[in-house]
């Protein structure tokens, strides 16, 4: 891919908040003597999992706060999962708290989530964070991470939001249906389109900002766009590519190739959306210790 | 008001949805000895709020449900009015628990609202049910009573859902984001728009359904309504009509007579949503008992 002057580089702006998080948790420490501290909980081993965990807790470190790791064997009960996080609700050393999601089958992640008390869900996943997202005054303890990152992207962009459409595309609890609330809050004109949606390249084509998140490779094409629109791609797709030493590579919602012409401002993928989630679970946590 | 053969009767649709209550609070009490109940709390003497909740409390007793009426002066504390909500949430006899907004200034809402159970929350206020109202699969305990009278008026009037580009005009809370979140899991495109929007006449044409909530009498216009969309009007207002006794009338957020003719469907004010919301009020009580 080659650097186009429309494209959002989502690595580098990843790197910009990570490193001002690290200065404000420098200052936490010297001020008031507290390190965050993120507790991350995996359970199983499922190799994807562990090295989504691997990567955040890397993170933390650089940034210099805790990373507190705990992983329990595919094995555990339920209650066991609820005991663990139960305690790290009680610690003061723990700020945040995370569990790794796909939760195995037996465990009911609604079950686990509920033990996460608010002021330490620095995911943003319960839906108390959900309902409060959409209110305009009403500030959410913490926005989910993937959501709150798009947006990053777009005030670090320079982009405007208010008063403008925005139209996403997907509606999961995780990426679409928050990122819809957040961008409200900020007075865009927000539609929700989705699957179920007839005739969806005419409603994606209302959109000064598209944020795609439907999860389906190279799904949104040029004709989806208008010419102008911002496009933020939250997909990760991987497909089958072999000119790769992997056989595969990874692709966003997007046909990239073929909106990014058009586009006025585009987030590639990977290096788009992807970094900025570690970094907004990184401010979140910092967040949660400052607020004590 | 001459009757149109497209409007939509809330008061009649209340009706029969109280009957259908009714019927079923019969059967709860026959089958397993439980008469549902809802306690309400009244605080200070606004004129207003007084009506309200005898409203609620008489229609209570009108299909057989327990109403359990609390008044405190506009004095009491913050922590009087938590005592009381907190001693209600653990009766056994008090399935719902309504606290009557406005409270009174020094006394905060969201820490009364705080001390409502979900599972007895049956006003649907408290945020993690407006997080669970967009998720498909997931219920909420309780959607709160207008924006679910909205929906059930679309419902019962036959109104196809699924596929059809709503439009909510306005974002409260209480109605417009709810209400939004609600259509889009029953598989609508759906748009919030609001005072931000610019060419928000341009935006309200593109809805087959337009739910009117944005509290300015008279507001949406006939060029704002695509010929042959349905109309949900959730506003009362209080206008001046000298030609009346009292000098007031109450009118919705749409221009009724300009509209109507344009409208495959549409709700007078009043007799549209208005009674739809407590008949919502008392489904929630029956169901919050019918739970146990």
Do not use: W
């Not at 002021?119 to 309902?131: A, E, Q, S, Y």
């Not at 999961?172 to 928050?178: E, F, R, T």
């Not at 969806?200 to 959109?207: F, K, N, P």
């Not at 102008?228 to 791609?233: K, N, R």
């Amino acid at each position: 891919m080659t650097q186009k002057t429309n494209l959002i580089d989502g690595t580098a702006i990843a790197a910009a908040t990570r490193a001002e998080t690290a200065q404000r948790v420098a200052a936490l420490k010297a001020s008031k003597g507290i390190t965050p501290g993120l507790a991350t909980v995996l359970v199983g081993d499922d190799p994807a999992s562990a090295v989504y965990v691997g990567a955040k807790r890397k993170a933390c470190e650089e940034v210099g706060m805790n990373s507190i790791g705990y992983t329990l064997p595919a094995t555990a009960s339920e209650a066991e999962v609820v005991a663990l996080v139960r305690e790290l609700a009680g610690r003061k050393d723990v700020h945040g708290i995370l569990t790794q999601f796909p939760l195995p089958k037996h465990i009911r992640e609604d079950a686990v989530l509920a033990e996460i008390p608010i002021g330490k869900d620095v995911d943003g996943f319960n839906p108390i964070n959900m309902g409060l997202l959409g209110l305009k005054g009403k500030r959410a303890p913490f926005a989910p991470c993937t959501p709150q990152g798009c947006v990053e992207l777009l005030v670090r962009t320079g982009v405007q939001i208010a008063g403008k459409r925005a139209v996403v595309l997907g509606r999961s609890a995780i990426v679409g249906l928050p990122v819809g609330l957040m961008l409200l809050a900020r007075d865009a004109t927000v539609t929700y389109c989705h699957s179920k949606t007839p005739n969806l390249a005419a409603v994606t084509r209302e959109a000064d900002i598209l944020i795609a998140a439907i999860g389906k490779a190279r799904f949104v094409t040029a004709d989806m766009v208008k010419p102008g629109a911002v496009v933020i791609d939250v997909g990760i797709n991987r497909i089958s590519d072999p000119t790769r030493k992997s056989g595969s590579r990874l692709v966003g919602d997007v046909d990239f190739d073929a909106v990014a012409p058009l586009a006025s401002a585009i987030t590639p993928v990977p290096g788009g959306v992807g970094p900025m989630t570690i970094a907004m679970l990184l401010r979140n946590t910092l967040e949660a210790a400052e607020r004590l």
